[in-house]
């Protein structure tokens, strides 16, 4: 009987490419702006990712994002290399600066000041130049995307020189990092320097990064942190995930995303549950008659569910495919955030469990309220 | 009492029993001011081994008979043993098995599934009887040469004519070797012509000592082939005539 449900399916190839393109008009638009969000929010922790080397954020308390800095004090760094959990520790500074540029221009960046005699937090793929050359003087990284952005259409060239807080600066490479969620340039810097190009506070130091000991879990020292020196220390990826949530309770950005989401989920359910009835209603004599001729309610029951099924598999290959593709596209040539974790699968293969449920929901009522007598009249 | 089984077991019927006995059957429709009384106490016995017509003007019940005794709607009242089998008193499931094993139907408008070829849906029923689709379709290829449609097997039913959509019809019916051929109006789509070649190749196919086949038809030129016609006005029987 399923192969006979198949062929009914495929039968009727108008009806049958209908229903599946709106099943997989709606799995792209779930998976593609489900995975723009993610790209998004990921977007957010882009210099938490960076940072390599260094698996603990130690912040002030009230810390709720990566941009939300709360400057520390020289003794905090002290209190943090005194927890017997910590191998070491060394100040990070992250904070905004404007460049001034030659041509007069004025650009905001992001300004990363790196621990003098370590480097951690440092880029790990250059484009241009060496990294040791942070420490010459005056000396700047910038990395790629940033560069382009300072210097649009020129060729990458060590020396570029441009003013911070009256200061001058100078390229001394150009680096891979991520794209940040301001799209601003990411400068890295000495800490020593980039506490001058920053405008001048009493405290600077933005977070102080530090390693376990050797063989201790980086939770259990971050519980020690905390314990020790009541400030909030956090590994890696707690931090990355404190930040995007922060992005998810206090901006529009997830209800927006949502909103479009839950578009493509009714505009899909709308258009596969009407072509998908219609369907049904054009084969209802061809069930009346399968009924008649001695077919039980729960088989033709099971005919209409594995009908759904079956465009709803298709459907959803299609759509993910399709977004898919669009990633992989769009990620090379624009400068769109998309990132398809293994989740939006489940998620978007969930959504289209429940559309085709609710597609098939009329038509299962359509073929069990119909007399076999229908094929008498 | 003990209910009646969902399917015979065919060596314990008289083939002299009437494969079909109505006694005082009446189906009504709705009810209160909608009350629509179809059948009006209708008695009426079908034998084995001979076509019986269900004649009458339109509107006078004939259908609905037809629904009752094939076991898809159940009479208000009244008696309808077909087989030997209380078909209203069993269950649902069991008067579907009921009907998927012992009742073959010949639609007035063929009712073929569009997407499958002449072959796979004269195989149907025997799939809905749980048979494989390979045999089922292999035994569908032995039976379509019978009904004069050995060039048309893999043809699809909007390639066929409507008096070859009917042969396949007929096919798709008489496959799994029902005892019980229920027809409505099988010549109602065709030409005379056409008409005729379908009830004589009923008469030589479908008619056998152990079968009962029942035509409902409104159509008096095909009346010459019926060996029993049952003459029905508002509800009722009002003549049986038999030939032999």
Known sequence: ??????????GNRGKYLGIV????FASLLIAQQGSIFCGLMLLTTS????????DIWVMDRNVQFIDDIKPLSEDDLYRVRGVSAVDWAVRFYKGLARARLENGNFQQVIMLGLDDGTLVGAPTEMVAGKLEDLFQPDALIVDENGYHQLWPQQPIKIGQVFEMNDRRGVIVGVCKASRTFQTFPIVYARYSLATLYAPMERKVMSFVLAQGKPGVPAEFACQAITKQTGLLALTREQFMWKTIMYYMNNTGIPVNFGITVMLGFIVGTAIAGQTFYLFTVENIKQFGALKAM???NPRIVGMVLFQALQVGVIGYCLGIGAAATFGAMTKSASKLAFYMPWWILLVTGGAVLVMIFLSSLLSIRKVLVVEPAIVFK | MTPAPATLDRTKIDAAQAAVSCRGVVKEFGGGHTLVTALRGVDLDVPFGEMTLLVGPSGCGKTTL?????GILDPTRGEVHVLGVDVPRLSGGRKVAFRGKNIGFVFQQYN?????TAAENVAVPLMIGGVSRNAAVAKALTLLPK???ANRMNSLPSQLSGGEQQRVAIARALIHEPRFLVCDEPTAALDAENGHKILELMHEVAVSPTRAVVIVTHDNRIFSFGDRIATMEDGRI???ESKK
């Not at chain 2, 037809?66 to 094939?70: C, D, E, G, R, T």
């Open chain 1, 21 to 24: 393109l709106g099943i997989a």
């Open chain 1, 294 to 296: 001695g077919t039980s």
């Open chain 2, 112 to 116: 073929l599934l569009p997407a499958l």
């Open chain 1, 47 to 54: 210099q938490i990712q960076d940072v390599k080397g260094a």
């Open chain 2, 238 to 240: 009002v003549n049986v």
């Open chain 1, 1 to 10: 009987m399923i192969w006979i449900a198949w062929k009914m399916l495929i």
């Open chain 2, 66 to 70: 037809l629904s009752v005794i094939a």
């Open chain 2, 147 to 149: 009904v004069g449609l």
